[in-house]
């Protein structure tokens, strides 16, 4: 069961009993101030009696669902309607509406949010006996008579039973719709998660782990250094996926702070006193303030950085300059991770965008700048419930009004024609009330929004309900032959019960007004006051109630789709997880055999970063890493090679490059290995490298000639995948080619 069809039913019980509750006390109380009993004391006692037990019941029914209620329930209610002999009035008629009429008949209404069909047709043939020898006992020279009227008790708890199950109905498929909608947009962010966590992942292995080795490859830190340890031992937990990751909100300051506390520069800061921010917006400035720290040691040739951080209304910014050497930004390779993925990306993820400045001799200048909170998007699952909840009731309120139009209305017309001045009028109003049904059907299959058409139909109802009242004969009017007098209202039910309440419940009882003022004008009637009291209670409580679950429905709509989306929430949150665990377990299998000990040497002081080796290996491990870098690429093979030639030159190897040919998509796991001996020669190259890259359409040739150590090349073993190595004086050649479909 679904949370629209949980809170519907939730609700609904709690509406029917508060309905129950209002009109039994209204109806009751009325009688008994207005109108004389045969028994007062006695009637008096029975009408306390039965709202404090309706009382009772509606505060146990919620919390209770024991057959045990349900049958005393039953029992109190039958004992009434045999109570009628002392409780009934003595101008009660077998035609009139009686407060016990009133009474049983709201039971039976609201009997299908509590019991189930079995329990409901047996409860209502019960109270239906019941009031019958009830009547019989106070009234057995008519009580006859009546038993049509009082028949129409069978079909009112049916009527309202369709009506709840129509609703429960719409309940159901909103339900499965937004099931199905929460599948799509639990598919979608799990696939948005894992893109997301792999972005995040290679943008902190770039501004970790692969900085870190850089820096040691490259030669920048000379001798054991207790920053370099911890740095290393704090990469070593990222790339591991057991990095502290903050959540809620967290000091911006305090987290910039430590990410320059890993670095040797010396930092000037400006500042304000504090900054807190959400922990996805300082994850993402702190990481991008490192990776600019980091190109400060690497490349600006200065020891010394300027932090400042600024925040203007919803926008914080974090600015990492420096007096250094400087670039030309507008001459950055789109191959470098640093500038176009691990800054620019990264900042974008979460709304907000980087920007580096930077020339020649002249420094270099990051802004960092994101939204204090990232926003979430919502869906529009309470619309969605909404128009279904709204589809079944309005369903429901047009079948309804043809039932009570031919079911009890048309024999009333066709047994008292007598009663009317022109029983064609009557005919054409039945005619006119009928209409409206099959045209509210049409527009709701149609799928029809526009409601302009409302409006003149409700002026038609309005005119033919007053001609229609017109030609009941005065002494006739709000007696058994005046059909019209609520069926009128059960047609613009039918037309306006999506509008608002204040909308709905005015024109019913604008309708109910003008024919008490045509019947006051006309000067008699066939009801007492009383009995025209119990009468609208009984037909106009419906009609409000109906409203009302319009009313009711909208808020149960809203909370609903809450409960659907925190549940769906819970569900997606565990799924993404599990998703990540199993993609960053794949990650880390990828770098642990080399990156991690490297790390673990490093941050125990077990490796030497001044040592030629471990410069060479961590040279090494970083070139590979630009396998990983490269996957997002448009053409990872070239790009993964371009970064490690990029790598190359800056250790101040020369490195020619050619492509040629049409080359064929090559897997992932087979690029790996197709360019392994490539990364391994660039990353040891001494001094020059030439590589080249061939494609016959079917298959990829990767060249490369180096003077790197001999025993820099990896052995190769890939299916569809052959290598041949020459050395000839210090040159060594690698030749690796992969065919397609071997």
């Known amino acids: 069961m679904g949370s629209a069809e949980r809170e519907l039913l939730r ?64 029992a109190v209610m039958a004992g009434v309607c045999l109570t009628q002999v002392w409780t009934s009035g003595p101008g009660t008629t077998a035609e009139s509406s009686s407060w016990v009429l009133v009474a049983v008949s709201i039971t039976v209404v609201t009997y299908p949010w509590q019991q189930n069909l079995p329990t409901l047709m047996v409860s209502t043939v019960v109270l239906m006996t019941a009031f019958l020898f009830g009547a019989a006992f106070a009234r057995p020279d008519e009580w006859l008579a009546a038993a049509p009227v009082q028949l129409w008790m069978l079909v009112e708890p049916g009527l309202s039973y369709g009506l709840y199950r129509l609703v429960r109905h719409g309940a159901r498929s909103a339900d499965l719709l937004v099931a199905r909608n929460e599948q799509i947009r639990r598919e979608a962010t799990i696939a948005d998660a894992r893109r997301a966590d792999e972005r995040e992942y290679l943008a902190a292995l770039h501004d970790t782990a692969s900085a870190t080795l850089l820096m040691v490859g490259a030669g920048v830190v000379a001798k054991p250094e207790r920053w370099l340890a911890e740095q290393a031992a704090r990469d070593l937990e990222v790339i591991r996926g057991r990095e502290d990751i903050p959540a809620g909100e967290v000091d911006l300051l305090e987290m910039l702070r430590e990410v320059s506390g890993r670095t040797p520069l010396t930092v000037r800061w400006k500042v304000p006193e504090s900054l807190t921010v959400l922990a996805v917006v300082g994850i993402a400035l702190s990481r991008g303030t490192r990776e600019a720290l980091t190109n400060v040691v690497r490349h600006s040739g200065v020891s010394e950085a300027f932090i400042r951080v600024h925040r203007k209304g919803d926008t914080v910014s974090v600015e990492i300059s420096d007096e250094g050497a400087g670039f030309d930004a507008a001459a950055v390779p789109e191959n470098r991770y640093g500038v176009a993925r691990s800054l620019v990306e990264r900042m974008a993820r979460i709304g907000g965008h980087a920007e580096v400045d930077s020339k020649p001799g002249d420094g270099t200048r990051v802004r960092l700048e994101s939204p204090v909170t990232v926003g979430d998007s919502g869906g529009r699952d309470a619309e969605l419930i909404a128009s279904r909840f709204h589809w079944g009731l309005r369903w429901a309120v047009v079948v309804m009004n043809l039932i009570i139009l031919y079911g009890l209305d048309l024999p009333k017309l066709l047994s008292g024609q007598d009663a009317y001045s022109s029983v064609t009028m009557q005919f054409v109003a039945l005619g006119v009330f009928t209409l409206v049904s099959p045209w509210v059907a049409f527009t709701m299959w149609r799928g029809i929004t526009s409601t302009w058409w409302r409006w003149p139909l409700v002026v038609v109802l309005f005119v033919v309900a007053i001609l229609a009242t017109q030609t009941v004969l005065p002494e006739y009017r709000l007696g058994v032959p005046h059909w019209s007098e609520g069926d009128a209202a059960w047609s613009l039910a039918a037309l306006m019960i999506t509008e608002s309440l204040f909308v709905y419940a005015g024109l019913i009882i604008a309708q109910y007004a003008l024919t008490f003022v045509q ?224």
């Open 11 to 74: 609700t609904g019980l709690r509406y029917a009993l508060g309905l129950r509750l209002t009109v039994v006390a209204l109806a009751s109380l009325v009688s008994l101030l207005l109108e004389p009993a045969r028994e007062p004391v006695l009637t008096a006692l029975v009408i306390v009696a039965l709202n404090g037990w309706n009382a009772w019941y509606a505060y146990r029914k919620v919390r209770d669902d024991g057959m045990w209620l349900i049958v005393a329930d039953v």
């Open 519 to 742: 019947v006051a004008i006309g000067g008699s009637s066939a009801a007492t006051f009383v009995g025209v009291v119990n009468a609208t209670l009984n037909s106009l409580g419906y009609l409000l109630a109906v409203g009302m679950i319009a009313m009711v429905l909208r808020g149960i709509a809203v909370s609903a789709a809450k409960i659907a989306r925190d549940e769906e929430d819970l569900r997606t949150s565990e799924a993404v997880a599990n998703q990540l665990h199993n993609d960053r377990r794949d990650r880390y299998a990828v770098v642990a055999d080399t990156t991690a000990p490297l790390l673990a040497g490093l941050a125990s002081g077990d490796l030497d970063p001044g040592d030629e080796d471990v410069r060479r290996r961590c040279s090494l491990d970083a070139a590979k890493m630009r396998r990983l870098f490269a996957e997002g690429a448009s053409d990872p093979l070239l790009h993964e090679l371009r970064g490690c030639i990029e790598l190359a030159e800056r250790n101040g190897v020369s490195v020619r490059f050619a492509e040629r040919g049409q080359r064929p998509t090559v897997p992932k796991e087979a690029r790996r290995v197709l360019t392994e001996p490539a990364v391994a020669m660039l990353a040891t190259a001494v001094s020059v490298a030439r590589v080249t890259v061939v494609g016959t359409g079917d298959s990829v040739t990767v060249s490369v000639v180096s003077d790197s150590p001999a025993d820099s090349v990896p052995e190769i073993g890939h299916d569809g995948i052959t290598a041949s190595t020459v050395r000839s004086g210090g040159q060594l050649w690698v030749e690796v080619t992969w065919m397609r479909g071997e």
